[in-house]
């Protein structure tokens, strides 16, 4: 079966410092990867996806995340984060060929302070 | 908006009480999903339709947890006989063939059962 472990549970950072949320993945087979954002009080919107070919992909906000292949990881990274990115990360994966279902970590709370 | 819709946004109901969700997907979407997000925790796959038809449900829907779309446009997720470990949020996604791992979510629906 497949599961998805984001490693930590709330990330505190400072305004303009990097930051790296950290999510594995379980799976015998080929999987897509996805990273979600939900803000307070807003609906889950997809951040960025990896489906095939690159193993780094960016988002339009300057998220990146690369596909670890042999370490079954995909971290989610910001050379400087802003308050505006305080929100829930999630981290999901769905099988490569299958009926696009998500499988979700736990979430992962990035708090930016001033 | 032409975003994904559900309704009632919030649903406060006595244990034993039926309760149904509204969700409406984007308008060209053929695929349609209902997940369940508890507090702290990542969303969890309940049920998938492809049009009109249910091809997915995971073990964590149980009998009764019923989900319908009629006529492939929107879905309803009903419970019967609520209980207390149903309080969560419900959340409907849906994406179109050709992006069918591009998920966009909904606002969802908080059941609160006391």
């Known amino acids: 079966a497949q599961s998805v472990t984001q490693l930590d549970s709330q990330v505190p950072v400072f305004e303009e410092a990097p930051v790296e949320l950290r999510c594995n993945y379980s799976s015998s087979v080929s999987v897509y990867l996805f990273w979600y954002v939900q803000y307070p009080n807003q609906g889950l919107q997809l951040l960025l996806k990896?489906?095939?070919?690159?193993?780094l992909v960016k988002s339009i906000n300057g998220f990146e995340a690369e596909f670890n292949k042999s370490q079954t990881s995909f971290h989610l990274r910001k050379p400087s984060v802003h308050i505006s990115d305080t929100a829930e990360y999630f981290c999901?994966?769905?099988?490569?060929?299958?009926?696009?279902?998500?499988?979700f970590g736990q979430g992962t709370t990035l708090q930016v302070k001033p | 908006d032409t975003g994904v819709s559900q309704d009632p946004r919030h649903k406060i109901t006595k244990r034993g009480q039926n309760v149904t969700f509204r969700c409406d997907p984007i308008?060209?979407?053929?695929?349609l999903y209902w997940y369940r997000q508890t507090l702290g925790q990542g969303p969890e796959f309940l049920t998938y339709?492809?049009?009109?038809?249910?091809?997915?449900k995971s073990r964590l829907l149980s009998d009764r947890f019923s989900a319908e779309r009629p006529k492939g446009s929107f879905s309803t997720l009903e419970i019967q006989r609520t209980e207390q470990g149903d309080s969560a949020m419900y959340l409907c996604?849906?994406?179109?063939?050709?992006?069918?791992?591009?998920?966009?979510f909904g606002p969802g629906t908080r059941l609160t059962v006391t």
């Open positions: 999901a994966v769905s099988l490569s060929g299958n009926t696009g279902k998500l499988i």
């Open positions: 996604a849906s994406s179109s063939g050709q992006t069918a791992y591009e998920q966009y």
């Open positions: 990896y489906l095939s070919g690159s193993t």
């Open positions: 339709f492809q049009n009109e038809a249910q091809l997915e």
């Open positions: 308008s060209e979407h053929n695929r």
